[in-house]
Each structure stands twice: as C-alpha cells, then as structure tokens.
C-alpha cells in the first residue's frame, strides 16, 4: 500500500492515524504535553474531516469516565492523557479493565509531581501497570503513527477486549517533527474496521457492569483478566503480521532485537531512548564490540517468553530504566530479572536509571553504561541494585 510522506509533528501523525479509524467518541481534558492531539482532532470534527461525538471534560477523571460509558453503550472511543491526568483516571482504568471494555488512549509520558516539572520519563504509565490496561511503547514518529492504527484492533478483539495505552514520550516524540508516512483513510478505516462489542448497554437486554462480587468470584475475575492479557500477545503479533503485510512499512512485535544473535552484551530499554541506543550499537559494532539492543514494544502484556529467548545465553544484560519503584529499583529492569531467574545460564543483569525527569542519554553515557556492565559481569565491581546515570551528588551537598 503506497502512502504519502510528510513532515509531520508527532501529536500531529497520532491525530491523523486516530481520525483515520474513525472513533465514534472522543473525549478531551488537555494536559500539557499531549494537548495538542486533541487540539487537532478537534480540528477535524469541526471541519467535518471525522464524524465524531467530542466532548469537552472538566477534569481527566471526566474524560476517562466518559470513553468507559460510551465503550459499554457500544460506540469506538478514544481519548489521551499525561502525567497527574493519568493518574487522575487510575480508579477508571481500573474500572474498564475488569469490566472487558476497550478503549485506546494515548499516554504522553511526563514525570510526576512533586516538583512540578513538564520533562518526559515513564513514571506516570508505570503507575499504572497494574490496572490491566494494555502498553504499548513506541521508539518513533512513524511507529507512534503505525501503532495507533493497530491499537483499536488489538483492544476491541472479543478475545482481548480490554483498554490499550500506546506510550509515546513527551516533547521527544509528541513535538518534534520527522518524515511519516500516512496511509489512505479508505484503508485505515478498513484495516481498522468496526467496533462490534461483545456486550453492550441496551434497554431490552439490562446489564450491570461492575456489579458487587465476593470472594466466590473475585479471584476468577482477575484471572480470566490475566488470560485476557496473555491472549493479547498473539493479538498484537497477529496484528502486526497483517499490518507488514496490507503496509509493507512495519517491523514491530512484542520486543524488537538488533545484533542480538552473536552479542555479549545486551542492552534492554523502551520508548525514544532506543533510538539513541541503535546509534550507539552501530557505532560500536563498528568498532568490533559485540553489543546488541533489545527493544520491549509491549510492556503490558509483558514478553517474559521472548525475553528470555534473547537475553538467556548473554553473559550480561544492561537494563535501561526511565522509571522507579521506590526501594525496588527500576521497574523494567524488576521484571526482566524476574523472567531470567531460575534460567539454566541466566545472565548478569545490571539495572540502569537512565532518562529519568528527562536526564540526557547519549551515545556518551551508552558507552558509560557498557563499560559499568561489563565490569559488573567480569567480577571486577559488584553487581549494583541500581545505577544511576548522571546523578550530581553536588545536589545533596547543598
């Protein structure tokens, strides 16, 4: 399928990739930096170009109220959020997770208050990594672009059916500008197709949603939520395979590995800072390093099974962390021990903080952080908890 190539800024490409599939439903509360997707979405509905209820919230809570309603009333909602705003719609999120009903939302990743600050790290979705919502990270523009046309087919599967977060970074990606290429509405709208709930509100056939449980059926309630995410897998990867195939323009899965095959050390991140790393992994490939990266696309469900297909005969994985647990650690880096404990030759795993609050990671601090990893796995230092990349310990002499 041939596509037209523009220069576009990245809230721009996602508002032309959610237009294209035609959402019936579009809720709005603005929050810096994801405003402008809906600013432009806005635009169209005025213009006619999208057919679309658009409803102004008075607060996030609001928005993701109304996109979890229109989804039980049988309509293709669609919304987005940052920072505080997607905290503001955790007990929602919740909600429209246990209750199976899809919903796609862009998260612009912002760092959490306090202090207030406006830089991009993944705070704000890994807080919510719990709720059963699907993630989705995205490295690019056009990638931001291809997963959004994706997402609505991956949420509204009868086998999934539940909420999807594609997860771009602030500024880096939602503002900046690059060459993405957009597809045909006629095809979008076609690979998309239309939403046809499992279930719905209807006045001659009542339903609750979010009745009272006790303990007969909570438990089964979270595992068939489970299972939901795990089918999921498959969803995306069966998505993806159809999207190569109708688009020629996509080489997505769940992780994405780059000179993994015949690597010692392998580099493990998600979201805009990959690209950085890819740059970095070129460079020393070309050096005679045997240094490969591997990308986790899907956060949620997570990929433990491909993980470990990577990562489980490398002498040693350097995680790359733009989020924290406090007195755990980074939080990808938490869940990639957890799928390599217990292999025959696991390898060393040393967690990075890197990005955090929008910290700068060059090409300068991978070659940093591969040396630390190295030392690590070779005995020369201990294995550290956590180590944190650019950390000015003149701070806290203040």
């Excluded at 095809?187 to 949603?209: I, N």
């Amino acid at each position: 399928m041939k596509g037209h190539t523009a220069i576009l800024e990245g809230s721009r490409a996602v508002a032309e990739a959610v237009r294209a599939c035609r959402p019936d439903v579009i809720s709005v509360y603005p929050i810096t930096p994801q405003t402008h997707i809906l600013e432009d979405l806005a635009r169209f509905v005025a213009s006619g170009r999208l057919k679309s209820q658009f409803v102004r919230a008075d607060s996030e809570f609001s928005a993701a109220s109304i996109v979890y309603g229109a989804s039980a009333a049988g309509a293709r909602p669609y919304t987005a959020s940052a920072s505080q705003g997607l905290l503001l719609m955790t007990e929602v999120i919740y909600a429209m997770a246990s209750t199976r009903l899809p919903v796609v939302l862009t998260a612009v990743n912002r760092t959490i208050s306090a202090p207030i600050t406006i830089q991009p790290d993944h705070q704000d979705t890994m807080s919510l990594r719990d709720t059963g919502a699907l993630q989705i990270h995205v490295e690019s523009l056009q990638e931001a672009y291809d997963a959004h046309v994706q997402s609505f087919r991956i949420a509204e599967d009868p086998e999934v059916q539940l909420p999807l977060f594609i997860c771009m970074d602030g500024w880096v990606l939602s503002h900046s500008y690059e060459p993405v290429t957009v597809y045909p509405d006629e095809a979008v709208a076609e690979f998309a197709g239309s939403f046809k709930p499992v279930q719905m509100l209807d006045p001659k056939a009542p339903l609750t949603y979010g009745a009272y449980a006790d303990q007969d059926v909570l438990m089964e309630y979270r595992y068939a939520l489970m299972q939901a995410q795990e089918k999921a897998k498959g969803k995306i990867r069966a998505v993806a395979k159809e999207y190569r195939e109708v688009f020629g323009n996509f080489d997505g899965d769940l992780v994405d590995p780059y000179f993994t095959d015949d690597a010692e050390v392998v580099l493990v991140a998600m979201g805009s800072m990959v690209s950085t790393i890819r740059s970095a992994v070129d460079e020393l490939r070309a050096e005679g390093q045997k240094v490969g990266l591997l990308k986790v696309r899907s956060f949620r469900p997570f990929p433990k099974e491909e993980i470990q297909a990577v990562c489980g005969k490398v002498p040693v994985v350097a995680v790359l962390d733009k989020s924290l647990s406090v007195n755990s650690g980074g939080i990808l880096a938490t869940e990639v021990k957890g799928a390599l404990y217990g292999l025959p030759s696991a390898p060393v795993v040393v967690p990075f903080m890197a990005g955090l609050g929008g910290k700068e990671v060059n090409r300068k601090v991978m070659r940093e952080i591969l040396d630390l990893a190295r030392r690590a796995a070779d005995g020369e230092s201990p294995v550290p908890e956590t180590v944190w990349m650019g950390l000015d310990h003149r701070f806290f002499d203040r």
